[in-house]
């Protein structure tokens, strides 16, 4: 960092970056003087626009469209698509891993526009069936590959599954050299590899507690039916949000039978615990108010006996801020 700082101030200062804009310079910077043969970059907020989109891809992926950053994106599932479908490049082939009759035609007409192959992979169909087997791993049944292990257990894999085997045809095609021993072995080792954290993951038994960063209405509603499937006695939910979501959305669709402990991450976007607590009242949550996620969950554990269940999560800071208590 302090390399790049040296080397590059006197070039990138006078333009006033943001820090997104800035740490994605140095990402690029640091993976050509790696030499990766492959990077695998994600936006930073919507698409058209983001710094990110500087590059011109092998493949463009869309996972899903959500109401995220509507005063940045727009305040319709239509408007956002758009936003995102800025990523396509002439071309290029694009993957949409979910669709509705709202964002279809926008992504049909920008990939039309570009001239882009799109490729939906909800038509595509390549996982036929999921289970989950005794240690919380998903079982798919797939078209080309048989049975596959997924160590995600998250209700939201079995579309991500879908979306990426759906992206690995297209780089296949593409000369990508992608056995299917070594997609099996992706998928079976995905949070070893790659250190991701935080996806439906349980760090405790009896009370059973699990974390998820789903933060958005499209990830607490997988959460929510997932919630569904759980045998407890009582639930108890730590909730924290950033004051740039769609919070009011996301207080209004979870268990109302829950006990709530409203908490905040240690980010400056963190909404104020007194704040959530009294906008998840008006949705007919209660519960108490803590300052951090330290002290909510402890209350929790407290609270819970060995056959309840605690779920942590409504912001990637909040499971952040926990897995640095847990670790």
């Known amino acids: 960092m302090v390399d790049f700082v040296e080397r590059y101030r006197d070039t990138f200062e006078p333009m006033h970056p943001s820090f997104f804009e800035l740490t994605t310079a140095m990402a690029f910077n640091y993976f050509k003087q ?13 698409g058209r626009l983001d710094c990110t989109n500087i590059i011109t891809p092998d493949l463009s992926v869309i996972t899903n469209i959500s109401f995220d950053h509507i005063q940045f994106l727009g305040d319709t599932l239509a408007k956002i698509a758009y936003e995102k479908a800025g990523i396509m490049k ?3 082939p694009v993957v949409i891993g979910e669709t509705t009759s709202e964002t279809k035609e926008v992504f ?3 990939a039309n526009l570009v001239k882009s192959p799109i490729i939906f992979a909800e038509e595509e169909k390549r996982v036929i069936s999921a289970d989950i087997d005794n240690s919380g791993k998903r079982v798919y049944q797939t078209k080309e590959l048989g049975t596959v292990i997924g160590e995600l257990g998250g209700l939201c894999q079995l579309k991500n599954t879908n979306t990426i085997l759906s992206a690995i045809a297209v780089l296949q095609k593409k000369d990508y050299k992608l056995s299917e021993e070594d997609i099996k072995f992706g998928f079976a080792n995905v949070c070893e590899l790659t250190g991701l954290m935080g996806r439906w993951q349980k760090i405790g038994d009896n009370p059973k507690i699990i974390c998820d960063t789903g933060h958005n209405i499209g990830g607490i509603s997988y959460i929510v039916e997932q919630l569904k499937h759980e045998k407890y006695d009582n639930l108890h939910i730590v909730i924290g949000m950033v004051n740039d979501k769609d919070i009011r959305g996301v207080l209004n669709i979870l268990p109302k039978d829950a006990k709530y402990y409203f908490t905040k991450a240690s980010v400056k976007r963190a909404l104020h615990e007194t704040e959530i607590k009294k906008l998840a009242e008006q949705a007919g949550l209660h519960g108490n108010s803590y300052s951090d996620v330290h002290t909510a969950l402890n209350a929790a554990k407290e609270a819970a006996k060995e056959t309840d269940m605690i ?9 952040a801020d926990l897995l640095k208590i847990h670790d």
């Open 34 to 46: 790696k030499r990766v043969d492959v990077a695998v970059i994600e936006v930073g907020l919507g």
């Open 90 to 92: 002439e071309g290029i």
């Open 108 to 110: 049909i007409t920008h």
């Open 311 to 319: 779920y942590i999560g409504g912001s990637s800071f909040i499971v």
